[in-house]
């Protein structure tokens, strides 16, 4: 502020001045010898004064109170003058030093009400961004249940036996759902110690905010008591050793920077925490909803290759009946084909016999005769019937083998199948049951 200008003080009149009436008296000087008139003594004087040395002395006394009655008068007014014009002067400034020190209350409270409130705010905004690393917390715990559900289908479907143990659809995107839960816990990891950081360096500004509003209190008080001091107060004395500037002090430029600077960046620390806090939001329901998808893609896995195993193994199990089917008719076919050989090996019998027996006729009598022919017809017949029979007997027992073998595939196949639709079906899919609903969801409860 510039300085008021001080009203000029009115100005004493003028005394006049009255010389006195000076009347030079010639005295004539004594020439007698052993004269000591008009002579300056030193020490005491002996002799008498003369008379014009009495009158000039006279004079100069006369003259001398005339003059210090002047210097006093004058000294008076003067005094009275200064007097005036001190104590205007000196009201004047103190009601100025008052105003000023008014006036610098009114610029200490505002600052003290806005550091104030930047305070509060910045209290506010951390406790909200707590809230949402609290959230971010709870969404992390959250996976553990998801990410032991993925590695114990992983595990579960490793007990899987040949040729079912394939890297199928299910397992693509298990290992897909088990990378994905990966990158969301190393996200929300990440995020919470950005959180973490940023709720520190909220706090730590809050602290300058706090120290600054502090010192704005206390100079308040301060300088409010000084507002009350007057020339009656009982509390005021002399202190000569405060007319100074320290070399430390501030100016006003820089007292208002600083707190300008204070809650500035306690602005850009509300701001920055306002955009973590959206995008912590945004972090939750993206990681969420991916992992809500990715989970219904793996479930639509498991249920089509749980169709495709029910398929299989129904196919395989009807395949089988009509296996056990064949080898029922082939073990009837066997029996039959074993019967007809022992019938023809029994026909066989009778015709050789019956050439044996008629080798033995005698003489003429063993003649080439039609029973002759027709019997030898018969077992040569019978020989390759009986060849074919037993070749047929033999093919047979092979395809009874070969059916059983593939019997037994069947049945090892079937029970893989089974096998493998226990571990899908009751193991995995049953143990997704426990997969959280949803981790936005999960972030809210306690």
Known sequence: MSAMALPEEPVPP????????????????DE??????????????????QLPEWHRRNARVYNRAYTVGEESERDLAESKHLTRHAAACAQRAQEYSKTTLAQRLQDIHFWRVE???EVMELDAETNLLAAQKLRLERTLDATEVPYGVVTDNLQCRERRQPPDLVIDEVERQLLKEADLIRNIRDLLKRTIIQATNQ??????????CELDWSDKVETYHIDDKCVTYNNDSTNIQFHPSSVKFEENASTPKTWAQFSHDNIY????????????????????????????????AVNEAFDNHCRELDDAKLRLEQHLAKILKDIGDEEANIVAL???IRDKETHLKVAQTRLYDRSFRPNIELCKDE?????????????????????????????LKNLEETRMKLEKEIAVKANSIFIDREKCMTFRIRYPVDLEVASYKQ
Request: with cysteine.
């Open 371 to 399: 029973p002759q022919f027709r019997l030898v017809s018969e077992v040569e017949e019978l020989t390759v019937f009986l060849e074919a029979l037993k070749r047929k007997l033999m093919e047979s027992e092979q395809c």
């Open 14 to 29: 003028a005394v006049p001045s009255c010389p006195l009436p000076g009347k030079i008296c010639d005295v004539v000087r």
């Open 265 to 296: 960046s306690a602005e850009q620390e509300k701001l920055a925490s306002v955009q973590l806090r959206s995008l912590i939001n945004n972090i939750i329901h993206d990681v969420s909803e991916d992992l809500r998808m990715q989970r219904a």
């Open 338 to 340: 074993k019967k007809a």
């Open 32 to 49: 007698r010898p052993g004269s000591c008139c008009g002579m300056a003594m030193a020490g005491f004087r002996t002799s008498k004064y």
């Open 199 to 208: 709720i520190r360096s909220n706090r730590i500004q809050k602290e300058f």
């Open 115 to 117: 550091l104030q409130k």
